[in-house]
């Protein structure tokens, strides 16, 4: 019997949700099956299957919310298993709980976290009473097709190692089982009950004026992160116009070029990259802070911000440096796509070096965004939009578009900052020297 535990998804992974079960109880897999998922703050991930057998237990339903990393979710019996121990007379006293589950463990249920022992009475309580009398050595699968079928496993022959009776000898009387429902236990989603909250009603909020819509692991995040980073980190904005005229004349001819290959390269692409040749040419504003010192970038890797359902992540364009026009488009069109799906692999969406949060599309003019420790500053891109400049004294009509850099003050001085902007400014309005 092997024990299936919850995986830990991420290096800073303690709890997640168990969304969903692809199997069910009876069921067999083999390495490799996909067998559940798992939602972590940022994206949901497809568990498999590391060894083969029958599933005989699941102990978390799906939708279970909090499950600690490391607890056990299910139970996995191999057809081939070496055969349990003779059960112990009453004069050998209690026989001992499973390894890594002592009395003192807890774990995860749809119910709460209850101890080690009250999640395995039950399965204690039957073996007890199978191990009655003479020991009939049969695999759990074959036992459970026996008794589906009425079989008596006395009267069947083992084939198996030690005379073990196995799937094949049940199978050969001629009743092969059926897989059974699972329990209601197992598979049953925990009910959603109505959420009234004190402090509401102290604010004069009367009950049944509102909907309280729980906090999910991913928002929990979000409200953490950005309230240790706004707390925390001293920091301050940085604000310059860029007119983008002369970026959208580029940006319509590249797209042409680009047509034959599917490609269409957003304003986006042309910031990423243009941050990223930024922070080359000023390296110290590719920087994060650490208690142990100043860490210096190597790489330009530039963390977008997605909006998904339910709030925001940032997969990474890694070496954006590097990387054409094209190959910006092509791989942030990706990451974009996998993330709204909750696809993302970890490594895609955690670390980055630098970001870039674009509300341009939604109209917005000017905003400045929160700071996504441990980097040491974030961009926030605004709408282009036409409005009235001043050129050798003449008025005229440009297309400007505002880009707002914060700084952690302790890493992104002001002067390292404007020298970015100042590094980052001529890129954008000329993109033709991106493009060399």
Known sequence: MTDILMPALSPTMEEGVLAKWHVKVGDTVKAGDVIAEIETDKATMEVEAVDEGEITEILVAEGSENVKVNAPIARLAGDDAAPAPKAASKAEGPKPAPAGHESGDSVATPQGVKSAAEVLAPAASSNAGASSGDRIFASPLARRLAREAGLDLKSLKGTG?????????????????????????????????????????????????????????????IARRMTDSFRDVPHFPLTIDCEIDGLMSVRAKVNAMLEPQGIKVSVNDFVIKAAALALKAVPEANASYSPEGLVMHHHA?????????????????????????????????????????RKLKPEEFQGGTFSVSNLGMFGIKAFASIINEPQGAIMSVGAGEQRPVVKNGQLAVATVMTVTLTCDHRVVDGATGAKFLQAFKPLIEDPVTMLA
């Open 161 to 221: 190692p030690r005379g073990r009776i196995v799937k094949a000898d049940v199978e050969a009387a001629g009743k092969g089982g059926a897989t059974p429902a699972p329990t209601a236990q197992a598979t049953a989603s925990p009910t959603a009950e109505p959420r009234k909250v004190q402090s509401l009603a102290q604010m004069g909020i009367p009950d049944g004026s509102y909907d309280l819509v729980p906090l999910d692991g991913m928002r929990k995040a």
């Open 301 to 341: 890797d530039i963390a977008m911000a997605v909006a998904i359902e339910g709030g925001l992540i940032t997969p990474i364009i890694r070496k954006a440096e590097t990387k054409s026009l094209s190959q910006i488009a092509t791989e942030a069109k990706d990451l974009a796509k996998r993330a709204r799906d």
